[in-house]
């Protein structure tokens, strides 16, 4: 760690291997069963996956303090990570209080740590008409979930996964970056005709995830701004049966 060099103005953020590092490990099931139908004409299809994948990548900042200053009562919870003295007016924070030292920026640990569970289920099927015709056609149903949907790349994009508190905390599981609910594909070209086939394709998608995000860094954990905002919003709204009933649902996913 070499601190503040002589003549630098800022500390340096660190990138660094955890000692027992190790490989993720993926287990996958696929069960499927197909049906030809009307002379090999029509084949009709089902698939079942199962994906999960367990000790899967993250990188953590160990150079944050180990715990809030002060939690929100009134946001669920919320933990701050650096001193209210140090908050504006306005709420607005500055990360470098809740370093644990000022010796060094941020210290990401390139570890494990992180599941993913994929259960999908896909009807497909192919039918083969007048000559050289045919249409393909299948629709997907989709549920992903995992603790963080960090992929690769710069470090600093595995702290910007959305949570309500800790950046560290890998027991939150809520819908993957990738998630969506349903897609139907349908391809298919038209017979053969003076050299020419007449070919289309559609494929829509539904159900995929927003989740309510404050454009700040409210909590002091350093993530935040216009880009990367990584602080769920605390969400507080009232339904009505037959009497207009509080309702409190912290972290609503929307």
Not at 127 to 136: A, E, I, P
Request: hydrophobic share 35%.
């Amino acid at each position: 760690m070499p601190g503040i060099i002589q003549g630098v103005r800022s500390v340096s953020t660190i990138n660094l291997n955890d000692a027992n590092l190790q490989v993720p490990s993926i287990f996958k099931a696929n069960i499927s069963y197909n049906k030809i139908l009307m002379n090999n004409r029509l084949r009709l299809g089902i698939n079942l996956l199962y994906s999960h994948t367990y000790n899967n990548y993250v990188f953590l900042d160990r150079n944050l303090v180990d715990q809030p200053y002060f939690t929100l009562a009134n946001e669920g919870g919320r933990g701050v990570f650096v001193p209210a003295s140090s908050i504006s007016d306005s709420g607005i924070t500055n990360n470098v209080p809740g370093r644990k030292t000022q010796e060094v920026g941020r210290t990401l640990e390139f570890t494990n740590g992180t599941k993913l569970n994929s259960k999908i289920a896909i009807s497909d099927g192919e039918f083969r008409c007048y000559r050289d015709g045919y249409v393909n056609f299948s629709y997907t149903y989709n549920i992903t979930k995992d603790n963080t949907s960090y992929n690769g790349n710069v470090a600093n994009t595995s702290t910007f996964r959305r949570l309500k508190s800790d950046p560290r905390d890998l027991f939150e599981i809520n819908f993957s970056d990738r998630q969506f609910r349903h897609k139907v594909v349908a391809f298919g070209s038209a017979p053969t005709w003076k050299g020419f086939n007449l070919i289309g394709r559609f494929k829509g998608i539904g159900g995929t995830r927003y989740s309510l995000t404050i454009d700040a860094d409210i909590n002091g954990d350093f993530v935040g701004g216009t880009d990367n905002n990584n602080d769920l919003a605390f969400i507080l709204y009232k339904t009505i049966l037959k009497h207009r009933l509080p309702l409190k649902l912290p972290w609503k996913e929307c």
